[in-house]
């Protein structure tokens, strides 16, 4: 995979659909890389050219990095813009799922390098606001408390990045326990206090999201985590949204989020989304 120095801070990704003439640009959601949108990204590659990307501190190649006086999200929506741009591919279609916490801050922040929004499995309530720092954070500062960064390092999530880039195993072992925990502390504070918010774990107030003037096609979610409402706040939010169903029941939803691992679950939601992001890509662009 390609891989570039955006904010001193080395990411990767792949293209899908190379000569087509509309741009769109992938961002996935929780700590997973681009990997997790194949389905999708090769299902709009018929018609568009796809970017996929792995953001900083995920499961896959990109460089971690534990630091700074942003959130986490922020920080994803600056390299994407980094991204955007280092490419040529500004103002282009941005989608994400499953939170949606990245391509939004990008509207707002990168205004100019976005022409249309595309958003599913939005997350947003008490539910999430407690049990994602649970996963996204909390089990790293657990480990950094009772084994020191060699512990952080042999967790699941980073060995597997570790494994892809071996220079994030020094990046990590190179950080003060106590200054990882900090920055974890930090970072999940942003999820914490979120739950009044119209997304989980993304600063955004409604009207900052009100101020997002691009169109955006905004699907619904079925579970505790991305709950329908979330998905219909956002539709009445932002002034040129369309508003789409859930694509699944909740029946078959529970048959794969938590029975079967990733990215098989998340191949199950592009196959899902794809039609409706085609359609409202097609209506755009014609």
């Not at 954070?137 to 084994?147: K, N, S, V």
């Not at 009445?236 to 529970?254: G, I, N, Q, R, S």
Request: proline share 7%; aromatic share 10%; charged share 20%.
């Amino acid at each position: 995979m390609p891989e570039l120095i955006v904010n001193n801070c080395t990411v990767s990704y792949q293209e899908f659909g190379v000569g087509n003439p509309v741009d769109v640009v992938l961002t996935p959601g929780g700590r997973w890389g681009g990997y997790v949108q194949r389905v999708i990204a090769t299902e709009l590659a018929k018609d568009y050219h796809v970017i996929t990307w792995d953001r900083r501190n995920t499961d896959a190649r990109a460089d971690i990095v534990i630091a700074g006086d942003q959130s986490e999200a922020d920080y994803w929506a600056d390299d994407l813009a980094a991204l955007i741009r280092t490419l040529k591919l500004g103002p282009c279609y941005v989608g994400e799922y499953a939170g949606c916490r990245t391509t939004p801050l990008l509207c707002v922040k990168y205004p100019e390098l976005v022409k249309g929004l595309l958003l599913c499995w939005c997350s947003g309530g008490d539910y999430p606001a407690n049990r994602l720092p649970k996963n996204f954070y909390q089990a790293y500062t657990r480990a950094a408390l009772r084994g020191g960064m060699e512990a952080v390092a042999a967790t699941n999530h980073f060995a597997e990045s570790i494994k892809q880039n071996p220079g994030n195993r020094d990046r990590l072992l190179a950080m003060k326990p106590t200054d990882f925990i900090r920055q974890m502390a930090y970072w999940e504070a942003f999820f914490n206090t979120s739950a009044d918010l119209p997304i989980t774990g993304c600063r955004l107030t409604d009207d900052e999201w009100a101020s997002i003037k691009v169109p955006a096609t905004v699907t619904g979610g079925v579970d505790p985590t991305h709950p329908t409402e979330a998905a219909q706040r956002l539709g009445k939010l932002l002034p040129k949204a369309e508003y789409h169903d859930p694509v699944c029941t909740e029946a078959e939803w529970y048959g794969s989020f938590g029975q079967v691992p990733y990215p098989i679950t998340s191949d199950f939601q592009g196959g899902r989304i794809a039609p409706v992001w085609r359609d409202f890509l097609r209506r755009q662009t014609s």
